[in-house]
Structure formats: C-alpha cells, structure tokens
Antibody, heavy 121, light 108 residues
Framework: QVQLVQSGAEVKKPGASVKVSCKAS????????MHWVRQAPGQGLEWMGRINPNSGGTNYAQKFQGRVTMTRDTSISTAYMELSRLRSDDTAVYYC??????????????WGQGTLVTVSS | EIVLTQSPGTLSLSPGERATLSCRAS???????LAWYQQKPGQAPRLLIYGASSRATGIPDRFSGSGSGTDFTLTISRLEPEDFAVYYCQQYGSSPVTFGQGTKLEIK
C-alpha cells in the first residue's frame, strides 16, 4: 500500500531554516511527481511547489522562490522540502502529496500525515 | 493565477439531506483539471473527485462532481455522519496550482 511518512514536528526561530522529509513506500518513487502544500492554523491549503523525483527538476510557487528548495534521494525514496529565512507566518502544517498524473500536472491521491513547523522567538 | 471562490462558506444540513457545494474560477480551468478534497480535523486532505467528475478510488458513489469552464459543483446525494468536514476545490491545469478557501459542511 502507498504510504508517505513525514518527519516530526519542528520548532524554529525566525530567520532559521527547516528541512522536512517525506519517505515514500508501496510504489515506484521515481514514477510520480511529489508536491508540497502547506496549511496555516485554521486556514486553507497553499501550494508551494513540486519535484520530479526521476530527474530532480523542480517548479516553485513564485511566493516561495528564493526561499524554498525541494530535493530528493532516490536511494531511500525520500523527498525533502527546505524553507529558509523563516518568519512567524510560516507557522503551518506542511504536507507532501503524490501527483496521480503522468506529467506532474494531476491531482493528489496520497498525502503525508503532515509536519507542524512552528516559528517562534 | 486562477482564483477559486467556494460557496457557501458554511453549509448546515442534516444527515440524509443533499449537499451542493460550488467552486467558481476567475478564468477557465483547462481540460477540466479540477479536483475536490475532503479534510477532517487533524487529518490530511483526501481526494474525492478529479477531472471535475471522476471519483477517486474508494470514494462512495454518493459523491459526484460536475461542471466545466469556470463553474464546478460537488454534490453529496445523501449525507452520512462521516461526511461533515471541510471541502476544498483545486485547479491543477495552470501554474500555480491553486485551492479554494474551503466550504465547511456542518451538522444542523
């Protein structure tokens, strides 16, 4: 069965960086794009970007350009999302989500459990 | 970017009733690349509908999606107790991917 298991909650100070991992199992990791979506407390869903695990190619939402880096390690079927220069409004639950489409432009059929990142001084 | 506006913000209904949720896009959604998700408190979203009208694997047939262009609808034919949750629409045909602000379906 497909599973996406994310790393645990993080508490960071403003200006620091955070790196969240998403370990995939139950399918061919390089066959499906992975997206990252965040959700601030009590708010809606916000797309951050995507990575092609096969090539390592990425696309980021303009809002996060320059602050976000998505990478992957195919040897351990794990995707990573690193966000730098953290601010208090980056406090959110961060999700990885598998793209069900062929070219990374599909809906998301499997989601990680979410990782709460709290930014506080 | 395409802005998705969901209505109503909150929908109060009783089990057994029919729910109709709306999602309107600021510009046409290409190839009906519109999805619906259900989210319960403390859980990740769950894919219900993709391609505007195709049910995802394991989704009961009381959930149906329709629409094209800029107007889309999620219908739940007969509400079950477990259907009370927040619902989001998403367009994935244009970059950036965007989500609606959500409709909360609550028990009346």
């Amino acid at each position: 069965q497909v599973q996406l298991v994310q790393s645990g909650a993080e508490v960071k100070k403003p200006g620091a960086s955070v790196k969240v991992s998403c370990k995939a199992s139950g399918y061919t990791f390089t066959g499906y794009y992975m997206h990252w979506v965040r959700q601030a407390p009590g708010q809606g869903l916000e797309w951050m970007g995507r990575i092609n695990p096969n090539s390592g190619g990425t696309n980021y939402a303009q809002k996060f350009q320059g602050r976000v880096t998505m990478t992957r390690d195919t040897s351990i079927s794990t995707a990573y999302m690193e966000l730098s220069r953290l601010r208090s409004d980056d406090t959110a639950v961060y999700y990885c989500a598998r793209d069900r489409g062929d070219y990374g432009s599909g809906s998301y059929d499997y989601w990680g459990q979410g990782t709460l990142v709290t930014v506080s001084s | 970017e395409i802005v998705l506006t969901q209505s109503p913000g909150t929908l109060s209904l009783s089990p057994g009733e029919r729910a109709t949720l709306s999602c309107r896009a600021s510009q046409s959604v290409s190839s009906s690349y519109l999805a619906w998700y259900q989210q319960k408190p403390g859980q990740a979203p769950r894919l219900l509908i993709y391609g505007a009208s195709s049910r995802a694997t394991g989704i009961p047939d009381r959930f149906s999606g329709s629409g094209s262009g800029t107007d889309f609808t999620l219908t739940i034919s007969r509400l079950e107790p477990e259907d009370f949750a927040v619902y989001y629409c998403q367009q994935y045909g244009s970059s950036p991917v965007t989500f609606g602000q959500g409709t909360k379906l609550e028990i009346k």
